[in-house]
């Protein structure tokens, strides 16, 4: 990095370089201090710089640590792999050389959670000890049959979730969402494991919000006919009266409720949640488990009584969670 800048080069350069790819038929894919990124059929590769193209297959690991082999392009015009000599060509006097891509793989995910020194409970198992959930599965009780949405920042279709048969319909993106397939934060993909360790056999909805638009968040989360809508988000309100965006919302809960549908929203993190405080949802604290299985009031989550609502407790239950700092 302390020495990069003194492989960039001059624009005029880069321009004309661009300009004399373009003519020889490559696209230019994009242009930066040091590269000039371009695609093209092997013939123009071919034609262009004097060479042939070959394929080679060699030794990769891909995803999942598997040992094969894989298709590299290469040319014998220069003794590096991947290296296209422009000696000789009419590039030389523009081009160091031309770089062929080569496969390059993800570093596969484990399905495992990660190992830490510091005690915890482990997701799934842990949680579901921890909340009596394993009494309730050996019962019979798992959640087959309901639908839970879960409005929150994505869901990634993470290994951990698909090796243990657990069942997530497509990303539905709320207003002004992208990227369905991503979960930039990784909060909602997190907070879905806890779903799973209480109810491992819903059926997750998982709704993208952004929340320039959080009512239509919610509201699409509505249009999907769940039983259940969780929720852990939220802004903090301590005193009335609500502004019209909070109305707007409130007023959207309980429409789902009278609709039947079950929304639960979390208390805050040291919040005056709202919706947490709406007296519609289930409100959800946070107490925290210790390694001789003693409970205590986490100092990660709120719990108050409502300044809007009279005699409005809040939490109305609490789930596990960590201890400041970050809930570990």
Not at 54 to 63: D, G, Q, W
Not at 147 to 156: F, H, N, P, T
Not at 255 to 278: E, K, L, R
Request: net charge negative.
């Amino acid at each position: 990095a302390n020495t990069v800048a003194n492989f960039y080069s001059e624009e005029e350069l880069l321009r004309r370089s661009a300009l004399r790819l373009r003519d020889a038929g490559f696209e230019i894919l994009q242009i930066t201090d040091a590269t000039i990124n371009i695609a093209g059929s092997p013939k123009t590769y071919q034609e262009a710089f004097n060479t042939e193209l070959y394929a080679e297959e060699r030794p990769v690991i891909k995803p999942g640590a598997v040992e094969t082999m894989g298709t590299f392009i290469d040319s014998p015009s220069a003794d590096r792999p991947g290296l296209i000599s422009v000696a000789g060509t009419p590039f030389e006097d523009v081009l160091e050389g031309v770089a062929i891509e080569e496969p390059r793989y993800e570093m596969a995910e484990s399905m495992f959670p990660p190992l830490k020194e510091y005690w915890h409970l482990n997701v799934p198992d842990g949680v579901a000890v921890g909340c009596n959930a394993s009494r309730a599965h050996r019962g019979g009780t798992t959640g087959r049959g309901i639908k839970v949405a879960m409005v929150d920042s994505g869901w990634y279709k993470h290994s951990f979730f698909v090796n243990r048969g657990y069942r997530a319909s497509p990303v539905v993106l709320g207003p002004a969402a992208t990227n369905p397939t991503n979960d930039e934060s990784g909060h909602g993909t997190g907070e879905s494991a806890n779903v799973f360790a209480i109810a491992p056999d819903v059926q997750l909805l998982p709704v993208k919000i952004n929340f320039v638009n959080s009512v239509g968040a919610f509201n699409a989360a509505v249009g999907l006919g769940p039983g259940i809508i969780t929720c852990s988000w939220g802004s903090s309100v301590q005193n009335g009266p609500l502004s019209a965006a909070n109305q707007t919302l409130a007023t959207a809960i309980a429409t789902a409720v009278s609709n039947g549908i079950i929304v639960v929203f979390s208390a805050g993190n040291g919040h005056w949640g709202f919706p947490g405080q709406h007296p519609d949802v289930i409100s959800a604290g946070g107490v925290f488990m210790d390694h001789d299985e003693s409970l205590r009031a986490s100092d990660y989550a709120s719990g108050f009584m409502s300044n809007i609502y009279p005699n409005r407790r809040v939490p109305d239950l609490s789930g596990l969670v960590g201890l400041r700092p970050k809930a570990i």
